[in-house]
């Protein structure tokens, strides 16, 4: 059977070969016959997965490409002529088939495979726990064209099945899908989130569990997996419905199941829930989901006399409030709901009339802030809004819950906790968390409906906020300030360049000194493994030295992996110069032995004076961080920052004794530099020490009369 052509990068070739990506590049300049390139660019090649492969053969340098990074290759290579949702559902439809039909043949043409897709689309239609008709509704409007590379897709995908399991080969391919966040065409829920939800919605006895804007099934799955009978989905996007529905249907049939296994009754259709809901209303025990944000087109105009609108009709700007009302509207009265939400909602102006009705009504029970970078790709800190559907006999909850896990790492313990202490709680019992977690009189939120989890959680008192602290503080500046003055520099007599040549001293620039071997000039190279700026480095972990660092006069403030390359990499020596290549005010700074043996980041020039007899360090040093030093440097400006080039800089050759001399000038200032910036945060300190104090002792947080901050400090 004649195929398609799998097209692959430079990085993926990496990747099979288990080399670094240099390697290839080093392959292709080096070797005559490596392959050509196929497609892509000039920046970034595409190359014929099979020329690659032989070519691989014929070195020596791997062995038979795995059937399961062949398959996703050719998965690849399809998304580039559909979108990626669709070459995911023909295959998975096929996955599922012959998951369910292990022994059968993959055939070797067109024809065969389109009977195969026959028999394969009535398998989807029937699976175990799928609702009657709706999977056959779901996949008859697939129109599979089956071109060059849907067969080799196809093909693919049933040689890994056929090696490592249909199942196996399935939950592979969709986890790279999911994994790849924006690039997979929507906003995935990463499944931990998706759990925590489902937890604070609970496990209904009976009933439905509906997710409206359902994506890939992640909440159902959850939910199913939770011990939920039976999940409902909507979707808008076609082939993210057979996708979901395919997770399920794989669950059913003995793949994915973490808890007792039991078969999942599920129903997952597609269309607009907004405009054209699938499921009657006020009929689902529960409701979860990750509703799309921001959306203009939601269908303001078409559904203004909607009767979701209890709680009034939302603004154009307001979509997530629309969902918001169409899953209360969609769920039986007293049914729990918990939906993820940009943190927006919660306080902008023209969403404030539906806030109030929905505080006023017992509506929304609590709002739940994540941390940033948590949930679902996104930068922002997400927060979780849990609704009640209100009852005709339930009381008015006096408060709102507000909790602010943004400074948790993972939030799901704490949350689950607070969650179950509050439900716990008779009411007015709940106890508060300074900072944490507090239920909100619902008198206070009437006004401006603001729901904000941070702006109604006060901070806890600062530990430390005493007289002894204080005095402490106090001391320490008046010490700092006292060293301060003891390191006023005097103002050196540096000439100007002019005096230099009117003197017949020549100036040559950093360029010219590295050529000749009296500097070496450095860019290191981007260091493989992440980085991290809490605690002290672990073991077998370097210090990292960034360009924050060096304009704060700091040691290194980060720690990682250690650069394996040690010509690419090299660590800094007392000495050492270290220049930011990007700021806004050019300082360079001479290496102390603190610094000694941390890593500059990319970010720093690493400069050092192999000849200190033609060149004196400090003399350098200063001269770069002069103005006159810092416009030679300048290569690009902004209003903002400067790019900075060292190699432009010519620098004054002066004598190597008075080079010492003005290098001990420099090296003064430096000195108070240093002594001023720790003056100033001292000062800091103790100011906004001072101020908690006093504000503590306003709210009366200190009963002690022995620790009572007197105002007079």
């Not at 087109?297 to 939302?314: F, K, R, V």
């Not at 700021?583 to 102390?592: E, L, N």
């Not at 100011?687 to 006093?694: G, M």
Request: charged letters at 20%; one cysteine or more.
């Amino acid at each position: 059977m004649t195929t398609g052509r799998v097209e692959v990068t430079a990085a993926d070739i990496a990747r099979i070969a288990e080399v670094k990506p240099t390697a290839v590049s080093n392959w292709r300049k080096r070797h005559d016959d490596f392959p050509r390139p196929v497609g892509g660019t000039d920046r970034s090649p595409r190359f014929d997965l099979g020329e690659v492969e032989a070519w691989l053969k014929q070195q020596g340098k791997a062995r038979r490409i795995p059937v399961a990074e062949r398959l996703w290759q050719t998965f690849e290579s399809v998304r580039g002529s559909s979108a990626a949702e669709d070459a995911l559902a023909l295959a998975g439809v096929l996955l599922l088939h012959l998951h369910v039909h292990p022994g059968e043949p993959i055939p070797q043409d067109k024809a065969g495979f389109g009977r195969l897709m026959e028999r394969a689309e009535h398998t989807f239609a029937h699976a175990p726990g799928g609702a009657v008709g709706s999977l056959g509704q779901l996949v008859t409007p697939l129109q599979y064209d089956l071109g060059t590379r849907q067969l080799s897709l196809l093909a693919a995908a049933g040689e890994a099945a056929a090696a490592e399991g249909a199942e196996e080969t399935f939950g592979q391919l969709c986890e790279r899908f999911l994994a790849q966040g924006p690039r997979s065409g929507f906003a995935s829920t990463p499944r931990e989130l998706a759990d925590l939800l489902v937890a604070l919605v609970g496990t209904p006895a009976t009933g439905a569990v509906l997710d409206a804007s359902c994506g890939s099934g992640t909440f159902l799955l959850s939910a199913a997996e939770a011990g939920s009978h039976r999940v409902q989905g909507q979707e808008l996007n076609h082939s993210l419905a057979v996708l979901a529905a395919l997770r399920l249907a794989f669950r059913n049939a003995g793949a994915g199941g973490t808890g007792d296994g039991a078969p999942v009754s599920f129903d997952i259709q597609t269309g607009d829930f907004l405009r054209r809901p699938a499921f009657p209303r006020g009929r689902a025990s529960a409701a979860v989901g990750h509703p799309p944000f921001a959306d203009r087109g939601w269908g303001y105009e078409d559904l203004t006399a909607d009767p979701s609108w209890e709680y009034g009709i939302p603004p154009r700007g307001e979509s997530e409030l629309a969902w918001v009302q169409h899953a209360l509207a969609h769920t039986a009265p007293g049914a729990p709901v918990a939906l993820l939400l940009p943190p927006a909602v919660a306080a902008r102006p023209s969403g404030r009339r539906i806030r109030v009705e929905l505080l006023r009504r017992g509506a929304l029970r609590a709002v739940i802030s994540l941390p940033s970078g948590y949930a679902a790709h996104y930068a922002l800190a997400l927060q979780i809004w849990v609704l009640r559907h209100p009852c005709a006999d339930d009381p008015v909850p006096e408060g709102l819950l507000v909790v602010d896990a943004s400074a948790e790492a993972d939030p799901r313990e704490l949350v689950a906790k607070i969650w179950s202490e509050y439900a716990a709680a008779s009411s007015g019992d709940f106890t508060p968390r300074p900072g944490v977690a507090r239920v909100v009189p619902l008198i206070d939120l009437l006004d401006d409906a603001d729901v904000t989890p941070r702006r109604h959680l006060p901070q806890p008192s600062a530990p430390g906020v005493s007289l002894e602290a204080l005095t402490a503080t106090r001391s320490a500046f008046e010490d700092a300030l006292k060293a301060l003055r003891s390191r006023l520099p005097s103002v050196p007599e540096l000439p100007d360049l002019t005096e230099i040549e009117q003197a017949g001293i020549r100036t040559v620039s950093l360029g010219e000194l590295a050529k000749s071997g009296a500097v070496v000039l450095r860019r290191p190279a981007p260091a493989e493994g992440s980085r991290t700026s809490e605690g002290s480095p672990g073991p077998g972990e370097a210090r990292f030295l960034t360009a924050r660092d060096i304009v704060e006069g700091r040691p290194a403030s980060e720690s990682g992996p250690a650069p394996e390359d040690p010509l690419q990499h090299q660590p800094v020596r007392t000495g050492d110069i270290l220049l930011p290549v990007v700021t806004r005010t050019i300082v360079a700074r001479v290496a102390t032995d603190e610094d000694a043996g941390a890593y500059p980041v990319p970010t720093l020039h690493h400069i050092r004076v192999t000849d200190t007899e033609l060149l004196d360090p400090w003399f350098l040093a200063g001269y770069l961080s002069s103005s006159e030093g810092g416009h030679q440097a300048a290569s690009a400006t902004s209003s903002l920052h400067t790019r900075v080039d060292p190699r432009r800089v010519r620098v004054p050759l002066l004598p190597i004794e008075r080079q010492r001399a003005y290098g001990e000038a420099f090296r003064t200032i430096a000195e108070f530099t240093r002594a001023l910036r720790a003056a100033h945060d001292l000062g800091q300190d103790l100011a906004r020490n001072s101020t908690d104090a006093v504000a503590a002792a306003l709210r009366g947080a200190d009963a002690d009369a022995d620790a009572a901050v007197p105002l007079s400090l």
